[in-house]
C-alpha cells in the first residue's frame, strides 16, 4: 500500500470535474493507493490569483504546502492547474529569500510555518511511477482492445519544469494507454492547450483552440480523447456543441479522464467511475468494455 | 550610474568550434548584454554594461587575458538611459529574466493565441527593453495568454514568459493603465470567491463575473451551465472551509506588507 496526502482541487473534489475525484477514489484501492484527504485544504490559487497578486497568491497555495508539510507524505494532486501553481509557489520561495521572508511572516500570523519540504506531484505521475505499468498491466481484466485513444496532456502536466517526461514530445500516457490494452491515434497536438479559464472571458479565442484539437483527435480516427487535467475535459467536453454550432462540424468525441480509462479496464463498474457525468456520452464507443467483470484481487 | 561600453575583440582563431566557444563564453558573463560579428580589422562587438564607468578596465582585462583573444580595444562608452520600466520589471521575482532573451522568437511561434494579440511575446519583451510602459501596459497581449507554457518550455534561453505575462498583468492593473477587460474580471471573480470561502465555487464565480461584465453574453453559454449542472457538475451552494479565517487574515498581513507586485 501506497500512502499519499490527497489535494482534490476545487473542480475534482464538487465542481465540474467531480467525476475525476469520483474515479480517482474508485481506481486508487485496487491499485494499492491510499489517498488522505488534506484536511480544510483552500484552493491553490490558480492562473488567476498569480495574475492578481504575486504575495497574496504565494500565501495562498503556501498554506496548503504548510498543511501538507505536517502529514509527511508525498502531496498527490489529479489537477493539473494545481499541480503546476502549488510546484510554482514552492520553488518561489525557494528561489527568492526576500519573497519568502514575507510569506513567512503572513503564514506566521494566521499561525502556520512552511519549511519548505513537500514535495507536489500529479496524481498521473505518481501512479505511473509509483505503481508503475507494468502492475497496472497485471491487474487488467477488461482489455480495452480495439479502443482508438487519442493521448491528450494538456499544458501543465509536463511544463513548465522539465519533470518526468519529455516537454516536447511526451509519452507517459501514451505508454499507460497502451499497457491497457488500447490503440493510439496520433494526436500531434496532444500537448497544446485547450484555452483553459480564458474559455469564459474570451469564449471565441478558446472555441477556436478546442476546435483544432478535436479536428487533430478525429483525424486521426480516434473514438475518445483522454485527458489528465479537469479543465482540459470540461472544455472540450461541454463545449463541443458550442464548436460544432461555430464551425459546421459534427464531432461526437467523448473526453475521459485517464482514471475512468483505467478503471474500465481493472472492470471497475462504470457507475463508480462516474462516466455517466460525461456530456458527450461515452456509451456507444465504450459498450463492450463496460460489461461487468469482476477486478483480480 | 549605469554605463554601457562597446569592446571590439580580435579572435586568436576565426570560424569554427574556437569562435563558437568565445561567444559563448563572452554571452555567459553577466556584464555582456549582447555580442555581434563584424566584418574587418575586428570579429566581434561586444555590448556590455556595468554599474560604474571604473568597472570598464577591470571588465576589458577579464576579457583579455582569455587565451581565444588575439586584440581587444574599448570602442566607445556612453551613459546608459534610464529605463524605469526594464528596472521595474527586473526587480519582482522571475523578471530578471528578460534581459537573457535573444530575440529569437521562439515564443511568438509557439504561441496559440498570437494572433490575437496586439504585440507578439517576442516584441512585448523588445518594448519593455526599450523602455516603453505605455505601449506594453496599454495592450492586450498578456490578457489573451492562456498560461500553457509552451514559450517558457521552449525558450532557449530560460526566459519565463508566461510568468512575464502575468507579472505585466500586475503592473498594469497596478498602474492603472487599463482595467484588464473580461480576463481580469474573471480572475477578480475567482479571487474573491476563493476570499469569501477558501475555495473556489464555479456557480458562484461565474455569475459574479456575468453580472459585472455582460449579463447578456451569460445566455450564450446558459446551455453549457444547464448541461454542466443536469449531469451533476455545478454545485449550487458554496463550500466554506474552517480556515476561512486564516486565509483572510494571510491576505491582510500581505496587504499591509505592501506585497510583491
Redesign the interface.
Known sequence: MKYYTYFPGCSSSEGTAVAYGLSTQAICSALGIELIELEDWNCCGSTPYGSTDELESVCIAARDLALAEKTGLDLVTPCSSCYTTLNRADSQLRQYPDLKSEVDDCLAAAGLEYKGSVRVRHLFEAIYNDIGLEYIESKVVNPLTGLRIAPYYGCQLVRPEPGFDNPNNPQSLDRLIVSLGAELVPFPLKDRCCGGSLIIPALDLALDLIHQLLESAASGGAQCIVTVCPLCQTNVDAYQDMVNRKFKTKYNLPILFFTQLIGLALGIEPRLLALDKNIISAERVLAPFTMAAEPKT | MKTKAYFMVKLETTGGDGHTDAVRELEAMPEVEAVEPVSGEYDLVVVAAVDAPIKIALLAKKIKVKDWVKNLQVLKLEPAAPNPFLDEVCS???GECINWCVQCGMCSASC??VN?MDYSPRKIIALVRAGKRYDVLTSNSMW?C?????C???CPKDV?I?ELM??L??LA?SHGLQNG????????A??D??KCN?????LGM?MK?FLK?NPLAAL??L??GL??LS?????IKP?K???TE??K???????A?G???
Open positions: 519582482i521575482p522571475g496559440p493565441n490575437k489573451v492562456a498560461s500553457c507554457y509552451l517558457t518550455a521552449r519565463k508566461t502575468h507579472t498583468e500586475r492593473l477587460g473580461a480576463t481580469a474580471a474573471l480572475y477578480r475567482f479571487v470567491s476563493i477558501g475555495r473556489v465555487h464555479e461565474m463575473f461584465t450564450k453559454i446551455p453549457v448541461k454542466l449531469h451533476g457538475r455545478m454545485s463550500k472551509i474552517k480556515g486564516q486565509v487574515t494571510m491576505v491582510k498581513r500581505a496587504q506588507l506585497g510583491t507586485k
